[in-house]
């Protein structure tokens, strides 16, 4: 490593070892284990079961350390301590993994851009798809707009990593995320909490849960509801306004149903609505003035200029450069509001104690409405109106059986997606120029309509045989179909809607993703493992433009080859996991910018193949005395051998840097936790950083140094109030500037930023009971 980094990684452990010894932090990843309810829990070190959060990364239920696949789990419990309020929030926690906002700069800030291991993407719209799968629930979410959902009522998350193919099929390819809610309870006293937090940028939230049995041992049911609020931590120079706020609600239901003891019953449902401004972005700098540009501060400023009441002389140039990190001279109406929400029903039928039948059935739907200033200034260089309909169903049939004292465990299944979706897009591309001149290469403002119809068949099976008392071997494989059609229109509405004729592709792939492994297992506590695995993203069709229709790109496909170990010491007291990869990435789809004759246009389409290797390493230690520690490092290292024709076009060669891809990731947290005469103290600190990286393929404008956030909550359960805790929670505590997204946009002549999370400091009242 270069001599900077190795002191930026000194100056961050020193500032977590001056943590430590004020005893901030909580229990081990791994020991996380909620209380009871209404009573104080024993401190993690003394809780007397020293058993891992169990996970269903396999499609059933395993304790973490008896899965042999790289996985970051948090329950509950974690997640509270640790303040994480939004899913983005994980990426702090978890080596080799970026959850933030979406690298197209039109996405408004509620969808999610996510890479694990450096494979991913951060494209939002139509037909493009994810290359990390989201599931909530046991369902798949189709779409990232409104991924970075609010973690209300949840009862644990899980990050696998590397391609999940197999049993979790298609656009899985760099990994999975699992959202599990809490289910409802079939026996025992009503359970509950209510939950208030205030803080920095008018942050207001607040959230009421409860659960309880109607008939005792067979049904019982939940409910919860959440307002989410925050006045925003960035401004509009010229109107006042601000952004990155929030304003969400968030409902959540479930009823659990079991009329005999081998049959089971779970419907899930929920409801979000936003009504937020979007994230802040800001000119960063002014590099050039394109012929664009210039034709439209000679016709067009000065007309906009006299309208705003800007100084004579105002057009598109350096003056409108942001004067700090978190402020803009936006000016064109910004918004980011959606509606979603769902519905899940799963059937489970214990045929016999070692078989069971399981359906997953499903529908999803999410309406957006996005308003996007993207020149960032007075004018209308760039605005986009844009409104997003998506509706999903699918349907799982799993069939779980394991034989010869559970020696051979046996999972197959059948699965059925379908989505249906409706794009409308108004753009103002150099506004005012066609009005003005009349010059019909003048009229750049575009009308895009889109309809996306996708469907996918998978049929797929997994054996774990133990072939030897400590040797295990895995063999699992799944047949995919998917289909897509694509129907689009650019009309150019100035000039009485001119536009690109009517387009309609449809393609269809079929693939096959394997998996094979190799597990040892000499002791209870030590797990040797390797593995072969490969993954599958769907192929899809470029959006057109007002002077070309649109291009068809090919599938993504990876291939990994992963040994690891997994090992438990001194009583459980010392956890231990590393994993070693190597990975083949070909026909990479890259999310691009590209300039047109109406501006720009963001397309997808196929860079090339790399090769990506690295590691993960997880510690979490319980020393005693209410102490303990948890470590996360990821290292990754890649490099392009192989280019696709028209790669050079945009900027791509073979020494590019694959973009999100910093080479280490390293999270340390520490905790201290104590009991005294008034109740229960519990400090927490935690420290993420990242190494230097890029944040756009074949843009070295694009650079981001390497930095550090610090966290931490401390806090307090009195005695003489039962179920009752208070805390004070921070995160970026020494207002870490750092971007999520940075492009050169060359139609405009400039630098777009868009900065990270400001610090926040909270107080939360949380009465369980």
């Not at 906002?101 to 991913?120: F, L, M, Q």
Request: charged letters at 20%.
């Amino acid at each position: 490593m270069k001599a900077m980094t190795m002191n930026k990684i000194r100056r961050t452990m020193l500032c977590m070892s001056s943590l430590a010894a004020v005893a901030l932090a909580t229990p081990a990843l791994a020991q996380d284990a909620p209380a009871d309810a209404g009573q104080a829990a024993a401190p993690a070190e003394d809780d007397g079961t020293n058993q891992d959060i169990v996970v269903t990364a396999q499609r059933r239920e395993e304790r973490l350390q008896q899965v042999p696949i790289s996985v970051s789990a948090f329950s509950s419990a974690a997640l509270e301590d640790r303040g994480v309020t939004n899913l983005r929030n994980i990426t702090q926690f978890v080596p080799n993994i970026e959850l933030s906002v979406s690298n197209r700069p039109t996405a408004g800030g509620s969808a999610y851009a996510a890479w694990i291991r450096g494979v991913g993407t951060g494209d939002y719209a139509f037909p493009t798809d994810p290359g990390i799968g989201l599931y909530l629930d046991n369902v798949y979410m189709a779409r990232t707009l409104g991924g970075l959902m609010t973690l209300s009522d949840i009862e644990r998350v899980e990050v696998l990593r590397g391609p999940q193919g197999t049993l979790y099929g298609r656009n899985t390819i760099g990994g999975a995320v699992n959202i599990v809610t809490r289910a409802p309870v079939l026996t025992g006293p009503v359970t509950g909490e209510v939950l208030g937090r205030g803080g920095t940028w008018g942050r207001i939230d607040g959230s009421a849960s409860i659960s309880a049995p109607l008939i005792d041992g067979v049904l019982g049911i939940k409910l919860s509801a959440g307002s989410f609020n925050q006045g925003g931590v960035g401004r509009r120079l010229l109107t006042g306004e601000r952004m990155n706020n929030e304003s969400r609600l968030v409902f959540r239901g479930g009823v659990l149903f079991q009329p005999t003891a081998n049959l089971t019953i779970d419907i899930r449902g929920d409801y979000s609505t936003q009504r937020n401004n979007g994230e802040l972005a800001q000119v960063a700098q002014y590099r050039t003035t394109p012929a664009a540009v210039a034709r439209y501060n000679t016709f067009a400023a000065p007309v906009r200029a006299a309208e705003l009441g800007l100084p004579v002389g105002s057009v598109y140039d350096a003056r409108w450069v942001a004067p700090d990190g978190y402020s803009t001279y936006s000016n064109s109406p910004v918004q980011d509001d959606y509606n979603t929400g769902g519905v899940s029903g799963v059937v489970t039928w214990d045929v016999a104690d070692n078989v069971s039948l399981k359906s997953i059935t499903a529908w999803r739907q999410i309406d957006t409405h996005i308003r996007v200033d993207g020149d960032n200034s007075p004018f209308i260089i760039a605005s986009t109106n844009e409104t997003f309909s998506d509706q999903q169903f699918s349907q799982e049939f799993q069939f779980n059986a394991s034989f010869w004292d559970n020696r051979m465990k046996f999972v197959a299944g059948l699965f059925y997606f379908r989505e249906t979706g409706d794009n409308w897009k108004y753009s103002e591309n150099f506004h005012g120029v066609y009005q003005v001149t009349g010059v019909a290469s003048d009229a750049r403002d575009t009308l895009t309509t889109q309809h996306y119809e996708a469907k996918s068949y998978a049929a797929f099976w997994q054996l774990d045989a133990e072939v030897l008392p400590t040797v295990t071997i895995t063999l699992g494989g799944r047949l995919n179909r998917d289909e897509k059609t694509f129907d689009m229109m650019v009309r150019l509405p100035e000039r009485n809607g001119v536009s690109v004729p009517f387009s309609s592709r449809s393609a269809d792939w079929d693939s096959f993703t394997p998996k094979v492994g190799l597990n040892w297992k000499p002791t209870d506590d030590l797990m040797f493992y390797g593995s072969y695995s490969q993954g599958f993203k769907s192929g899809g069709f470029g959006l057109p433009t007002a002077t070309s229709p649109t291009t068809a790109y090919n599938p993504e496909t990876l291939s990994t080859a992963e040994i690891g170990v997994k090992s438990q010491w001194f009583d459980r007291h010392l956890t231990l996991n590393l994993a070693l990869w190597t990975s083949d990435w070909k026909d990479i789809q890259f999310n691009i910018i590209v300039p047109t004759g109406t501006g720009q246009v963001n397309i997808t389409q196929n860079g090339g193949s790399a090769r990506l290797k690295g590691f993960e390493a997880e510690v979490n230690a319980r020393t005693g005395f209410g102490l303990s520690f948890n470590l996360g490092v990821g290292y990754t290292e890649s490099h392009f051998y192989h280019l696709a024709s028209g790669a050079a076009a945009v900027g791509i060669t073979l020494a590019s840097p694959l973009p999100h891809i910093p080479r280490w990731t390293i999270a340390p947290g520490v905790q201290f936790q104590t009991d005294s005469n008034l109740g229960r103290f519990t400090l927490r600190g935690d420290l993420h950083y990242r190494s230097e990286q890029f944040l756009t393929i074949g843009d070295p404008t694009s650079f981001e140094k390497g930095y550090a956030l610090l966290s931490a909550r401390v806090s307090f359960e009195p005695k003489a109030l039962s179920g009752w805790e208070f805390g004070v929670e921070a995160n970026n505590i020494t207002d870490q500037r750092y971007l999520v997204y940075s492009q050169n946009a060359t139609a405009f002549g400039i630098q777009i930023e868009v900065p990270g999370e400001r610090r926040t400091v909270n107080f939360t009242a949380r009465k369980k009971f």
